[in-house]
Structures are given as structure tokens and as C-alpha cells.
Antibody, heavy 120, light 110 residues
Framework: EVQLVQSGAEVKKPGESLKISCKGSGYSFTSYWIGWVRQMPGKGLEWMGI????????RYSPSFQGQVTISADKSISTAYLQWSSLKASDTAMYYC?????????????WGQGTMVTVSS | QSALTQPASVSGSPGQSITISCTGTSSDVGSYNLVSWYQQHPGKAPKLMIY???KRPSGVSNRFSGSKSGNTASLTISGLQAEDEADYYCCSYAGSSTPVFGTGTKVTVL
């Protein structure tokens, strides 16, 4: 079965760092783009960035450039999203998703989501 | 990159057809036949319903169809069912950066 499994919910304080993960299985991890999507409470979906694990080609949405870092470890079929200094406004659900048919215009397999809560 | 514009809500009775619009610009929707649509039920991850403007992934009901004219894409749900009540998001390829989502539409089945 093709699936993406994300790491569990996190509760952090402002200023702390965080790295969440997204593990792919059931397919060739290096041959498909992985994207990260933010959904703030009660709000819509926002693309944060995408990465091609095969060569680590990474692209960020202008809104998130410099705010987060996206990476991947193809040896363990895992993509990551990390923050160096969290803010309360980073409180959101974060989804990873796989690019459909090797492209990055549509995403067919989604992780279950990781809820990140940042509060003092 | 600005979000694509969708109506906040659309409603219809069971069996009816509804259409959700998604308006972008000549830099995204208007330049590429790479519009996708996602369905999201409360508390769930999004689900791909349409890709490349009008193609359906395996397993998606043929009651869902997509089209595009100029800078506006549309999703039509025919034979509306209670299970179609959800949020719907369009998404467009926008060049070398990331794709861009629409603002989202809440579909209510009356």
C-alpha cells in the first residue's frame, strides 16, 4: 500500500526548534515530489514548499521562504519540515503529500497530518 | 503568488448539480492546463478529485468533472449527495515555484 505516515502531534514554546517528518512507503520515494501544506485552525490550505528526494531539488512558496527548511533523507524514505524558532502563528496542521505521477502540479497521496501547537 | 479566488460557499439539494469557480491569473490558471481540485472533509486530509483540469484519478466518482476557460477553472458535482458535503480547494501550477491553492469553498447539501 502506498502511504505517507507523519510524525505525531507536537506542543512547543515560542522560540523552540522543531523538525517533523513524513515517511513514504509502498513506492519509489526518490521518484516523486513531496510537498508540505499548512492549514491554520479554521483556515484554508497553503503550499509551503516541495522537494524532489531524488536530487533534493527544493522550492519554497515566497510566503515561507526563509521561515522553514524542507529536506529529505532518501536512505530512509523520509521528508522533513523544520523550524529554527517557532512562533505562536506557526500553530497549525501540517500535511505532506506526494506528487501525482512524478509531477508537482497535483498531489494524490496525503499524510494524516501533524498538529503543531506553539504556546507559552 | 496570490491565492486563487473561489466562492466561500455553494449549496444544492440532493440530486442537483453545482459548480464551483476558481479564478486565477494569466500567470497560473490561464497559462497551464494544470489545475487540480481537492475535497476535504472536517478533520481529514485533502483528497485529489481532479487533475490536469478535467482528469479523474482512479476511484473518483464520474459525478465530479472539471473544466477551464481563460483564467477561470470550474468543478461541477452532478447528482449531489450528502457525502459530497465538504470543503473544496482548487490548485494551479504557477511556474517554477510551488503550486497555489484557491481560497476554498464550503459545499452544503441542503
Amino acid at each position: 500500500e502506498v502511504q505517507l505516515v507523519q510524525s505525531g502531534a507536537e506542543v512547543k514554546k515560542p522560540g523552540e526548534s522543531l523538525k517533523i517528518s513524513c515517511k513514504g512507503s509502498g513506492y519509489s520515494f526518490t521518484s516523486y515530489w513531496i510537498g508540505w501544506v499548512r492549514q491554520m485552525p479554521g483556515k484554508g490550505l497553503e503550499w509551503m514548499g516541495i522537494i524532489y528526494p531524488g536530487d533534493s531539488d527544493t522550492r519554497y512558496s515566497p510566503s515561507f521562504q526563509g521561515q522553514v527548511t524542507i529536506s529529505a533523507d532518501k536512505s530512509i524514505s523520509t521528508a522533513y519540515l523544520q523550524w529554527s524558532s517557532l512562533k505562536a502563528s506557526d500553530t497549525a496542521m501540517y500535511y505532506c503529500a506526494r506528487g501525482y505521477a512524478g509531477a508537482h502540479d497535483a498531489f494524490d497521496i496525503w499524510g494524516q497530518g501533524t498538529m503543531v501547537t506553539v504556546s507559552s | 503568488q496570490s491565492a486563487l479566488t473561489q466562492p466561500a460557499s455553494v449549496s444544492g439539494s440532493p440530486g442537483q448539480s453545482i459548480t464551483i469557480s476558481c479564478t486565477g491569473t494569466s500567470s497560473d490558471v490561464g497559462s497551464y492546463n494544470l489545475v487540480s481540485w481537492y475535497q476535504q472533509h472536517p478533520g481529514k486530509a485533502p483528497k485529489l478529485m481532479i487533475y490536469e483540469v478535467s482528469k479523474r484519478p482512479s476511484g473518483v466518482s464520474n459525478r465530479f468533472s472539471g473544466s477551464k476557460s481563460g483564467n477561470t477553472a470550474s468543478l461541477t458535482i452532478s447528482g449531489l449527495q450528502a457525502e459530497d458535503e465538504a470543503d473544496y480547494y482548487c490548485c494551479s501550477y504557477a511556474g517554477s515555484s510551488t503550486p497555489v491553492f484557491g481560497t476554498g469553498t464550503k459545499v452544503t447539501v441542503l
